[in-house]
């Protein structure tokens, strides 16, 4: 499915706002890559100071689990399409495993730890 489920614009004050949901009906974890098709500049989501981390620019990258749906949704100074979703999959791709990672990568990725003092006291 190289299609956005559901997509829809609504237009208010000059500015189009942009709903969009991706499925991923496949039996593995995908990444998806969509890309704005309206002609201005994207004003994705936003935390505070912080543009949510799935946009860079244009275009949204997520990973997608088997049988899940994500809702996307930005917002752009630019008018709706005629016809045609503002919203279009540029890449899907086979997301690799966690386990496929180098285990000295994993080892100094983890935080330090140490089992309670209690636990290690010599009274059982």
Known sequence: MDEVSECDTVRRNGVTFVRA????????????ELENRLEGPVWPPRFGDVTAPEWTGGTWKARVEPDQTLGVGYATPAPPLADGDPVAVVSRERAGD??????????????DWAPPSDTLSGDR
């Open 98 to 111: 966690a386990g496929e990672s180098d285990p000295e990568e994993v080892l100094a990725s983890l935080d």
């Open 21 to 32: 949901t991706v499925e991923n009906e496949r039996a593995t974890p995908q990444v998806v």
